[in-house]
């Protein structure tokens, strides 16, 4: 059966992001333009033509405005600016040209559960004291005990400690995250209209689409008095209609809100939900009249297990259907571990514990995740709907484990007091060259230090290496453009620890998460994450078959 062609690049076109493969792009840590150490717009438009090369839609930029890095750029200071140490609008515009003109689309990160403690709103706020209209736009409230000097309720921030913070006059203010990122008060009107204002704002600079941070914080039952829960850890809470801080049924206004900004637009600007919720109230922010899409967290979630991986799968993909919208899967972000690491490690390793111990316990099988890395990246562009991939996995990069004390840089070090080790270890700066300073990163150092084995995987040294991880990504999303199609797949009988099914087009996808060789189904093999083996699938690697008739 022929295959509908279709321009994948023509800009026009208002349905791209249904089954897009968007690279998300991490910016203090991708290319650095001028040598200070922090990657910027200029290192970005210079590696744009890399992007091209390797086939991805879309780019996706996690925060570029002006904020302290209180939170790697999640505390933004200026929702419509950009951070000087990263460029100027006037930049951003060229990487929106440059991009366009390579037919890769842009989506930017909006961040509205809270902005930075340097904001000029929450700035006006601390001025103008307690009981002030400055104040209602974010959450302050009176503490408990005989003075106040109890925060107002026993809610625990994300990154560890109270989220309250009392400020000098004797009021404390509600922050889910960090101290330095205040909450914002989304029943306040002036709040709601400032992100639409946000939106067109970048929507007018031609961005094609956005990044809803932690979506499902937004709508907060605040009623007094306030309703007591015991941790409110946006990536591993209890869903079950009784947080008063997440997934409330009230966010969804918001979101339909949005929805009718989008459509100002031609073609209509998109936009995907970041909320750790499971899948029957995740694919809600998905719906065709909110953002249309939620990312599937799930598979960032799974062991290396065919059951999970299929049950994950079908789930998604029935729940996403019914909803009216196209999944949405990923391995890796700039959250957690790297892929090639967590697939290297035994099931069910504690990773946090693992970083703490820098790596050392349990000891990474580096072979072996790079293996199941490569059968991956062949299974997650198989799968109908559309696929994220962070910056870096695509040259096979695992998680820097064993980053010193003194150079990490996220505040769950801290805040946990030494507990966490945090998300630095995805987000060392990219290695470009195997040589010189910072691996080709910029003409300077790297804001956070690189181990010397980076320099295997610097793209210079993967470009045209057939086995590399790099040539692998390019051929399957070459291929993938050619093949990929319709939101459907059908299961095949398998072995239980093999995933095959068919796309259309005579398509089929075999990935192998057991122990023993598999069959593959008698036909063209388009691409195989490792060698055959007298014609048979070896374990933990993957492969497309072209089956004809
Ligand atoms: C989710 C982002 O991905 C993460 O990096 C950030 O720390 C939190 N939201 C808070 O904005
Ligand atoms: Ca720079």
Not at 109 to 127: G, K, T, Y
Not at 172 to 189: K, M, R, S, T
């Amino acid at each position: 059966m022929a295959v509908p062609e279709r321009d994948r690049t023509d800009l026009t076109d208002p349905t791209w992001w249904r089954d897009a493969v968007v690279y998300q792009v991490y910016p203090r840590s991708f290319a650095d333009g001028n040598g200070d150490g922090i990657g910027d717009f200029a290192g970005l438009i210079d590696r744009i033509p890399y992007l091209e090369r390797l086939g991805v839609d879309a780019i996706w930029l996690s925060p570029f405005y002006p904020s302290a890095l209180a939170d790697g750029g999640y505390d933004v200071d200026d929702y419509r600016d950009v951070d000087p140490r990263i460029g100027t609008l006037q930049q951003f515009d060229e990487v929106v040209a440059a991009s366009h003109a390579a037919g890769v689309r842009v989506i930017v990160d909006i961040v509205p559960n809270h902005s930075s403690d340097r904001h000029e709103w929450f700035r006006a706020a601390l001025a103008a004291g307690p009981g002030s209209p400055e104040r209602d736009r974010y959450v302050f409230r009176d503490g408990l005990g005989e003075h106040g000097e109890l925060p107002p309720s026993d809610w625990v921030s994300h990154f560890g400690g109270s989220a309250w913070t009392r400020v000098p006059d004797g009021q404390w203010y509600l922050h889910l995250f960090a101290p330095e990122q205040p909450d914002w008060n989304w029943e306040h009107e002036e709040v709601r209209e400032d992100f639409h204002r946000t939106l067109r704002f970048w929507s007018d600079r031609g961005v094609d689409g956005f990044r809803v941070d932690v979506a499902h914080a937004l709508a907060k039952d605040l009623g007094e008095p306030l309703r007591s829960h015991p941790h409110v850890n946006s990536m591993d809470i209890e869903i079950d209609g009784t947080n008063p801080l997440f997934d409330r049924d009230d966010v969804h206004e918001i979101y339909r809100g949005w929805r009718r900004v989008f459509e100002e637009y031609d073609p209509p600007r998109t936009a995907v939900a970041e909320a750790w919720v499971p899948v029957e109230r995740r694919v809600l922010y998905a719906k065709p009249d909110e953002l249309g899409q939620a990312f599937e967290f799930d598979l960032v979630k799974a062991d290396w297990d065919a059951a999970q991986f299929r049950e994950v799968i079908v789930d998604s993909l029935e729940r996403a259907t019914a909803a009216g919208a196209s999944s949405t899967w990923t391995f890796s972000n700039h959250d957690v571990v790297r892929h090639a690491s967590r697939f290297g490690l035994p099931a069910g390793t504690d990773l946090n514990a693992w970083l703490l111990s820098d790596g050392a316990e349990p000891v990474e099988d580096v072979a072996l995740g790079a293996r199941r890395a490569r059968a991956a990246v062949l299974l997650l562009l198989a799968l109908p709907g559309s696929a994220y991939v962070y910056q870096g996995e695509e040259l096979g990069l695992r998680e820097v484990a064993d980053l010193a004390r003194d150079d990490l840089e996220d505040p769950i070090w801290l805040r946990s007091q030494h507990t966490e080790k945090g998300r630095d270890g995805c987000r060392v700066p990219l290695p470009w060259t195997a040589e010189g300073p910072s691996f080709g990163f910029g003409t300077g150092g790297a804001h956070l230090p690189q181990p010397a084995w980076f320099a295997e995987h610097a793209a210079s040294v993967e470009d045209g290496d057939a086995g590399s991880m790099l040539e692998l990504y390019r051929a399957a999303l070459a291929l993938r453009h050619t093949l990929h199609t319709g939101p459907a797949l059908q299961w095949q009988d398998s072995a239980a620890e093999v995933l095959h099914f068919e796309r259309s087009g005579g398509w089929h996808v075999v990935v192998n998460l057991g122990t023993e060789a598999a069959p593959l189904p008698a036909g063209e093999v388009l691409l195989a994450s490792a060698p055959l083996e007298d014609g048979l699938l070896p374990s933990d690697a993957a492969a497309w078959v072209r089956v004809s008739g």
